[in-house]
């Protein structure tokens, strides 16, 4: 018995369990736990959520797919209505074919009953004539159907053929009648007075842009249009000239805007070529000049160019155009090197130099460290007699001389108060004159970047406005002159920098001069329309110049004098250039046109379309037969002539 009571298990110590190592793990155990089911619960609500999202969208996607199906049986029913409207609309054309025909044979005619064409009657017409049908309702229709919208597609669109065809042959005859009324306005117009523009101008804003307009001279549909003077008030702006005053609407062209094409149009090209009431008496084109009606010996035709010769002269000129130079923007100046290999453009931020044999681009000067905002048109380029500099003037007032072969700038002249419009090296390369539309002319030394101004200071202008357009030194280097916008030509003792002449006669603002190569005389361009050539024989002789000088502004009036007009363009002159020989005058004109005249006479010799715009600079190779011409259409052209 005693072996029972003693041999049962002992009993454990109740109590608080001791603290060990077990007792942190189950505490961190329901901690994690813990974390676990909040986190569960989160997703829980999120997924939640995410159903709840998931079934509106269901239902937004199936409610705009039903709207889809709508739209489609809507544009299933529309067609098949346009289908039968189509469809009868043929068989009424038919039936007036059929009757028309019946006339014209004399056969009698029974056409069926005229149907009613609306809204109300959709359904096809004629044997077996259905009954009409009324929008919205489709009847029963089968593969037989020409109205089921889905069978007699190829019938469709033989018609449709036939259709577009008609339609053609109608806008062709439209446009004809169109063209002919225009003709005939054109005509009218023509014969109304000129309305006498006010001499006096306000220059009122730089020029940003011409916008390219789309005349191709030699591709134009058609009749040929005749060549009238233009009607209307000009529209000539341009980033390579001064603002004429009637010019209020630029058109900024840049490289992201390229030149727009499109249809063709006539050009306010010369009606009549030659000089109009001149002493000299010269030859002149017709008034009525078709270009397309020129016997072939007085014409030459590129693909998108021509030229056109005076019958009333003898032919002694050949023109052909040899490089075609294309530009990001408005091309405002063209100069060759003094050796005739290289041909500078300007235009918007650069100026580039081409090789005039090959017609390859050689070299882009740009300041990067202008400023990057809006336009900065580069309006005159001329290079130094060695060919090792290029002078650029723009509209930031500066003119730059850049070393051709570094592509840097070597000079910087500031000083001008406005846009920098012309440049022009001395034969000697010692001395640059600029002109600028703040009314100075002004002398630049190479060496010691020094400079002289030559102002215009005159109380009797005609125009208050006397910005300085262009300028040109003299072969010898004595004289400066400036043309400018109150229409008067100055010339200036580059020795003394005094005033020495001033060449009155122009109605409108002086855009160019040039002085012949033997420095005697003097060719001007205008907005009047005319060129005038001026004797300044007498301002050779440096003593001449001092007795003119000393007698005042009285010899000032009656020294040189206009020996020429050269009359026959019919816009602004915007350019003039003389050759190297003195034989030929050039002239670049609004009217899209190039002339030659004869330096002597003042006659014209050619008429050269090659432009699609205004031709703003021309310049003549000083080394050979060589013409370069810059327009608003974004072209530079290279141009070669010879006497025949």
């Known amino acids: 018995m005693s072996s029972t009571i003693y041999n049962h298990r002992s009993l454990q110590p109740t109590g608080p369990p001791a603290q060990g190592p077990s007792q942190h793990t189950h505490v961190r155990l329901n901690e994690a736990f813990d974390t676990i089911r909040q986190e569960f619960d989160v997703l829980t609500s999120d997924l939640g959520l995410l159903r709840n999202q998931r079934d509106e969208y269901e239902s937004k996607v199936t409610s705009q797919i039903n709207e889809l199906n709508i739209i489609r049986q809507s544009l299933y029913e529309l067609e098949s209505q346009h289908g039968k409207i189509r469809q009868q ?20 005619a029974n056409p069926p009953p005229h149907p009613t064409v609306g809204p109300a009657s959709v359904g096809p017409s004629g044997p077996p004539a259905p009954p009409a049908s009324v929008p919205g309702v489709i009847p029963a229709t089968g593969p037989g159907s020409y109205s089921e919208p889905y069978y007699g597609r190829d019938r469709d669109r033989d018609r449709d053929r036939e259709r577009e065809k008609d339609r053609e042959r109608a806008d062709r005859e439209r446009e004809r009648e169109i063209r002919d009324r225009e003709r005939e306005q054109r005509d009218r117009e023509r014969e109304r007075p000129v309305e006498v523009r006010d001499p006096k101008r306000i220059k009122t804003e730089r020029m940003k842009g011409d916008r390219p307009d789309h005349y191709s001279p030699s591709l134009v549909p058609g009749p040929t249009p005749k060549l009238p003077a233009p009607a209307g008030p000009p529209t000539f702006q341009g980033p390579g000239l001064p603002p004429p005053p009637s010019a209020h609407a630029p058109y900024p062209p840049g490289p992201g805007n390229p ?3 499109g249809p063709t149009e006539p050009p306010p090209a010369s009606s009549s070529l030659a000089p109009i009431n001149n002493t000299s008496n010269g030859a002149q084109f017709l008034d009525d000049l078709d270009p397309h009606n020129v016997p072939p010996e007085l014409k030459k035709e590129g693909s998108d160019w021509f030229a056109i010769f005076n019958p009333k002269v003898k032919r002694v000129l050949d023109v052909a155009l040899v ?9 405002c100046c063209v100069r060759f090197s003094a050796d005739g290999k290289f041909l500078a453009t300007g235009c918007n931020r650069t100026a580039q130099i081409y090789d005039t044999k090959t017609g390859a681009k050689t070299c882009v000067l740009a300041d990067e460290s202008a400023g990057k905002a809006g336009d900065l048109y580069i309006r005159s380029v001329c290079f130094s007699p060695d060919g090792k500099y290029l002078a650029t003037g723009a509209e930031d007032k500066q003119i730059r001389i850049w070393d051709i072969a570094k592509k840097r700038i070597r000079n910087v002249f500031d000083g001008h108060q406005q846009e920098i419009y012309s440049l022009d090296f001395s034969l000697d390369g010692r001395l640059i004159v600029s002109g600028s539309g703040d009314k100075t002319a002004r002398i630049w030394d190479m060496v010691d970047g020094s400079s002289k101004v030559l102002t215009i200071n005159d109380p009797d202008s005609v125009n208050n406005d006397a910005g300085v ?25 580059v020795a003394t920098g005094l005033l020495i002449e001033r060449l009155r006669g122009h109605r409108d603002s002086v855009y160019s001069v040039a002085f012949t190569p033997d420095g005697k005389g003097l060719v001007s361009g205008s907005l009047d329309k005319t060129l005038k050539y001026w004797d300044v024989s ?37 350019s003039v250039a003389v050759s190297h020989d003195g034989q030929w005058v050039v002239s670049g004109s609004k009217d899209r046109g190039v002339q030659f005249w004869d330096s002597h006479s003042a006659t014209v010799q050619c008429m050269l379309q090659g432009h699609k715009n205004s031709v703003i600079s021309i310049d003549l190779s000083p080394a050979g037969n060589i013409l370069a011409t810059g327009s608003g259409d974004w072209q530079a052209r290279i141009w070669s002539y010879q006497t025949i």
């Open 323 to 331: 490089h075609t130079l294309m530009h990001e923007s408005v091309v």
């Open 538 to 574: 007498g301002l050779v002789n440096a003593a001449k110049r001092k007795d003119a000088t000393a007698n005042g502004k009285k010899e000032l009036e009656k020294g040189s004098q206009c020996t020429m007009n050269f009359m026959g363009h019919t816009d602004y002159v915007l």
């Open 259 to 261: 030149p727009p094409s």
């Open 89 to 108: 609309y043929e068989d009424e054309l038919s039936r007036l074919r059929a009757e028309l025909h019946a006339a014209r044979q004399g056969i009698p």
């Open 469 to 493: 357009t262009s300028v040109a030194i003299s072969p010898n280097g004595q004289l400066v002159a400036a043309g400018s916008l109150d229409t008067v030509v100055r010339i200036w003792d």
